[in-house]
T-cell receptor, first 112, second 114 residues
Framework: DAKTTQPPSMDCAEGRAANLPCNHSTISGNEYVYWYRQIHSQGPQYIIHGLKNNETNEMASLIITEDRKSSTLILPHATLRDTAVYYCIVRDLYTGGFKTIFGAGTRLFVKA | NAGVTQTPKFQVLKTGQSMTLQCAQDMNHEYMSWYRQDPGMGLRLIHYSVGAGITDQGEVPNGYNVSRSTTEDFPLRLLSAAPSQTSVYFC?????????????FGPGTRLTVT
């Protein structure tokens, strides 16, 4: 699986959009971009995934650049409950979810 | 559905003791995995299974054994506990849905080895 690079921490004001970047310059054609988050002491929680098109669900939006070498997770209206560690993962379609390799992630602090 | 359950929630062991961390899922997922998370670090894959009777090693398998006799259960055995195995252990199960995998994590077991 391709390696990802994320900033170690970010701050965001409550109610504002949180934009979390991820670099995955060695991504290959059959690899998807996934985002998970881990709220303190809990197991990671799936947020969103994408291949090459932008994606949106009830939790977040995912913007993937045209060359697929980077992506941005957007939490449109961050709340205090969004304070967590966010993991960007690139995963092969065929080896899939059972071999997820997590990096250190980005620790997002949402401040009142 | 209970999802992924793990027992115990907390455990303290002495160096050299052995124990089994239990993991069960009721979603009929074919894939299951064990991770450990040390303080301030990301998750590291210990072992995984692609189906009953089939297991393989992840990034940090030393000191741990697994088996998968049923689809539902995937226990992790610590053979001879060491202080370096103090960590939070997460079990996960996953299934393929179309072109992506849905992966669900349990609440974790916090293990301290003294």
């Amino acid at each position: 699986d391709a390696k990802t690079t994320q900033p170690p921490s970010m701050d965001c004001a409550e109610g504002r959009a949180a934009n979390l970047p991820c670099n995955h310059s060695t991504i290959s054609g059959n690899e998807y971009v996934y985002w998970y988050r881990q709220i303190h002491s809990q197991g990671p929680q799936y947020i969103i995934h994408g291949l090459k098109n932008n994606e949106t669900n009830e939790m977040a939006s995912l913007i993937i650049t045209e060359d697929r070498k980077s992506s941005t997770l957007i939490l449109p209206h961050a709340t205090l409950r969004d304070t967590a560690v966010y993991y960007c993962i690139v995963r092969d379609l065929y080896t899939g979810g059972f071999k997820t390799i997590f990096g250190a992630g980005t620790r997002l602090f949402v401040k009142a | 559905n209970a999802g992924v359950t793990q027992t115990p929630k907390f455990q303290v062991l002495k160096t050299g003791q052995s124990m089994t961390l239990q993991c069960a899922q009721d979603m009929n997922h074919e894939y299951m995995s064990w991770y450990r998370q040390d303080p301030g670090m990301g998750l590291r894959l210990i072992h995984y299974s692609v189906g009953a009777g089939i297991t393989d090693q992840g990034e940090v398998p030393n000191g741990y054994n697994v088996s998968r006799s049923t689809t539902e259960d995937f226990p992790l055995r610590l053979l001879s506990a060491a202080p370096s195995q103090t960590s939070v252990y997460f079990c996960a199960s996953s299934t393929r849905t179309g072109y992506y995998y849905e992966q669900y994590f349990g609440p974790g077991t916090r293990l301290t080895v003294t």
